[in-house]
C-alpha cells in the first residue's frame, strides 16, 4: 500500500504485527505469558508512583495546617467581639446606675439577671427590703438572756474583780488553768 491508500482512511498494519486476515502460519505465535508479565510490570510500576504521590500528599497537607480564615471570617468574628464589649460595657453602665439609685452594693446588683433598667431596679429593691432594716432603735438581745461571746482568755478571767464571778468563770475553761 502507499501513502494515497493511507490518506483514504485504510490502515497498513505496522511492522511486528499481523493482519489479522492473513493465515496464521505467516506469523509467530504471540507469547501471552510474556505480554501478561508485561503487563503485571507495568501496572506494579504505575501503583508504586501512585502510592508515592499519595504519601507526598498527605504529607504536604499536614504540613500546612489550618488555612488561614478568609477576610470575610476575620470582620464577622471581630464585630462579633466589638457587640460583646459594648454589651458589656452597657451592662456595666445598667448596673453601676441601678446601685446607685437603690443603695444596694455594686457587685450584688451585678449579680441579679435583669436585662433591662426596669427588671434589675425591680429586683434591686426586692433585695434592698429584705437586706436592711424597717428602722427604729437597733435590735437588741431579751434581758436576762446571757450573751455568749467568744471564749475568753486566761488574762480576762484573772481580771474580773469579783470573786464568785471569776471562781465560776475558771471553773467554765478549767482547760485554760491546767
Same mark, same amino acid.
Given at each position: ?10 490502515? *497498513?498494519?505496522?511492522? /511486528?504485527?499481523?493482519?489479522?486476515? *492473513? ?36 504529607? &504536604? ?23 460583646? &464589649? ?16 437603690? /443603695? ?9 439577671? /435583669? ?19 424597717? /428602722? ?21 478571767? &484573772? ?20
Amino acid at each position: 500500500m502507499d501513502n494515497a491508500t493511507q490518506a483514504q482512511g485504510g490502515q *497498513q498494519p505496522q511492522q /511486528g504485527q499481523t493482519d489479522p486476515q *492473513q493465515g496464521a502460519g505467516d506469523a509467530q505465535p504471540k507469547d501471552y505469558k510474556a505480554l501478561y508479565e508485561d503487563a503485571v510490570k507495568e501496572s506494579r510500576k504505575w501503583e508504586k508512583r501512585s502510592k508515592d504521590n499519595l504519601e507526598q500528599l498527605n504529607a &504536604l497537607k499536614q504540613s500546612q495546617g489550618k488555612p488561614d480564615p478568609t477576610i470575610e471570617e476575620r470582620i464577622a468574628a471581630l464585630e462579633k467581639e466589638n457587640g460583646d &464589649l459594648k454589651a458589656a460595657s452597657a451592662r456595666a453602665a445598667l448596673v453601676d446606675s441601678v446601685a446607685k439609685a437603690t /443603695g444596694l452594693d455594686r457587685a450584688i446588683v451585678a449579680t441579679l439577671s /435583669g436585662a433591662d433598667e426596669d427588671a434589675l431596679t425591680e429586683q434591686a429593691e426586692a433585695i434592698a427590703a429584705i437586706a436592711k432594716p424597717q /428602722g427604729g432603735a437597733p435590735l437588741v438581745p431579751e434581758a436576762g438572756i446571757k450573751q455568749k461571746p467568744g471564749r475568753p482568755s486566761k488574762k480576762e478571767i &484573772l481580771g474580773i474583780e469579783d470573786k464568785k464571778e471569776r471562781m465560776a468563770a475558771i471553773a467554765a475553761n478549767i482547760d485554760l488553768f491546767k
